[in-house]
């Protein structure tokens, strides 16, 4: 692996176990970041550590941790830094979604989603930030990345199904603005991407009410590796630059 802007890096990926996740840290590690993956399958984090790391300068280590459980959240980031000697950008991926009317709906899917999609970012963020902040003020790179995942649902709510989906996406996009306006000075750049359909395994599991990614037609379906060339894009522009929020449709979506 030759030089690339995130040489001498670590990068934090939640819900690195699949989908988006495991394309992001695809993604960093082939731009020379060390990437630590974090999620609940250890077996799939250790297959995915092992890919990587079977690559020509690839790097990465996994963690099993459960977004929702604080403490084992911050357990697994402190051991990481340990490991790794810090935390330069940090991609918050993990996401649950149900989706149903809200006079048919079960209250513990309404809870599970805030728990993983609005807490877990809040447990993952809370114990990196101190590392991130460090990173900023002595790497070379004179910045550090906080990225959340979100969705087009973060921006409008596309269905009435989508309800407490997307009012677990509205919550990320505030929080993330919040940190950018807080963190700008200390040079914490504070990102979010907003995909739309993509081909998942929350798109693709005939879950009902769920979008679905299993009959794409016309152009098709964004694929995990389209976000993961945005969490890229985004974190590797020169110290001056910022790119707050990327909006990521398929071609042929409407919503």
């Not at 790097?59 to 980031?77: G, P, Q």
Request: one cysteine or more; proline letters at 4%; glycine letters at 8%.
């Amino acid at each position: 692996m030759g030089n690339t802007v995130l040489n001498n890096t670590t990068a934090v990926v939640t819900g690195a176990s699949s989908g988006i996740g495991a394309a992001v840290a695809e993604a960093l590690a082939a731009e020379g970041a060390a990437v630590v993956l974090l999620a609940r399958r250890r077996d799939r984090l250790t297959q995915l550590a092992d890919a990587i790391n079977a690559r020509d300068g690839g790097r990465a280590r996994s963690y099993e941790a459960d977004v929702t459980d604080a403490d084992a959240v911050r357990a697994a980031i402190d051991t990481a830094v340990r490991d790794c000697g810090g935390i330069d950008v940090l991609v918050n991926n993990a996401g649950s979604g149900t989706w149903s009317p809200a006079l048919e709906a079960e209250l513990t899917d309404w809870h599970a989603m805030v728990d993983v999609n609005l807490n877990g970012v809040l447990n993952v963020t809370h114990a990196a930030l101190p590392h991130l902040a460090r990173a900023a003020a002595t790497h070379d790179r004179g910045v550090a990345d906080l990225v959340t995942i979100s969705s087009v649902a973060g921006r409008r709510v596309p269905r009435s199904t989508s309800n407490v989906y997307a009012a677990t996406k509205h919550a990320v996009g505030a929080f993330s603005e919040a940190l950018r306006q807080e963190l700008a000075g200390q040079h914490v750049r504070a990102g979010l991407v907003e995909p739309g359909v993509v081909a998942t395994e929350l798109t693709t599991s005939g879950r009902e009410g769920a979008p679905d990614a299993t009959n794409p037609t016309g152009y098709g379906v964004l694929q995990p590796s389209d976000i993961a060339d945005a969490v890229v894009f985004m974190v590797t522009r020169p110290r001056h630059t910022a790119i707050n929020e990327i909006l990521v449709r398929p071609t042929e979506q409407t919503v």
